[in-house]
């Protein structure tokens, strides 16, 4: 990473004192501007009755500069219509996620039906699904929407984005489980052939080279490594997947033998690349 000149510095001095310490992950003063409003108008829309405004200000500030994201820094993302809590343990929403989430929303739209199941593998803050629901409620009668997830952290956030919902989404319309897709006995919904009408999933599919090369630093030291890299599953799992050349490929396989028992309607899965999805797919 390239050294940022003094004068740099300066000139962000002079915005606000705080600048200097925002620009040192911001690396640019436009970007340090505008994350520096975003933290003020985070303390002043949540107030503290323990803590004055100025000492959240510079606690902020010094974990943001320490390299810790902004959303885990403010402890929210938005995503689509929602405002989606973040926590440290569990992968942040990206915007092309949010991006395919909308579009796919769009598409089920158009399903000439009264009822709807949606369910989404690896869910984290369980984005995906929460706002495919938010989307849909009003059009379908009948819609359920299911998120899954081996991480306990993940499941807790994801059940506390459902609340945003209303009562509707938290105890009716959004459910979430945990469980490993590896492992279906283990609290892995037995979900009936042909009931699920779109399976989604962002699955870890970084190889370890790729993750040392090619992740951004705040990533690499920030955010799991489980939802990212699959070099936790045993090798017995990737070698009897057939996975062995490309252990980054594991969680494709796995979830394409659950579609053959699930039938579902439409998948979307996805993916590092063009090359990782001719690998997968064809």
Not at 12 to 32: E, F, K, M, V, Y
Not at 34 to 58: Q, Y
Not at 156 to 165: G, S, T, V
Not at 223 to 249: I, K, N, Q, T, W
């Amino acid at each position: 990473m390239p050294r940022l000149p003094p004068s740099l510095f300066w000139r962000a001095h002079q915005i606000s004192p705080h600048a200097p310490n925002l620009l040192l992950a911001c690396r640019d003063l436009p970007s340090t501007a505008l994350e520096l409003r975003w933290i003020k108008d985070h303390i002043t829309t949540t107030p503290s009755t323990t803590t004055p405004p100025f000492l959240r200000l510079a606690h902020l500030i010094r974990l943001r500069a320490r390299g810790l994201p902004l959303q885990y820094v403010l402890g929210t993302q938005p995503f689509g219509t929602l405002t989606i809590r973040c926590r440290r343990g569990v992968l942040i929403p990206r915007p092309e996620t949010e991006s395919y989430t909308l579009e796919l929303a769009d598409v089920l739209f158009r399903t000439p039906t009264r009822s709807l199941t949606v369910v989404d593998l690896c869910t984290g803050t369980g984005c995906i699904p929460l706002q495919l629901f938010a989307s849909l409620r009003a059009r379908f009668p009948s819609l359920a929407a299911h998120g899954v997830d081996v991480a306990p952290g993940a499941v807790a956030l994801a059940r506390e984005n459902a609340r945003q919902l209303g009562p509707l989404g938290a105890a009716q319309g959004v459910t979430f489980h945990r469980a490993s897709i590896f492992s279906p006995a283990a609290g892995l919904p037995p979900f009936p052939a042909g009931e699920i009408d779109l399976l989604t999933a962002n699955p870890p599919y970084i190889s370890r080279g790729a993750f040392a090369r090619s992740t951004a630093r705040s990533v690499r030291n920030h955010e799991p490594r489980l939802a990212l890299v699959p070099d936790g599953v045993p090798a017995s799992v990737v070698a009897a997947l057939g996975c062995e050349a490309f252990p980054e490929d594991v969680f494709y396989a796995r979830i394409l033998e659950l579609c053959r028992g699930w039938r579902p309607k439409r998948v979307f899965l996805e993916v590092a690349d063009g090359e990782q999805a001719g690998r997968v797919f064809l």
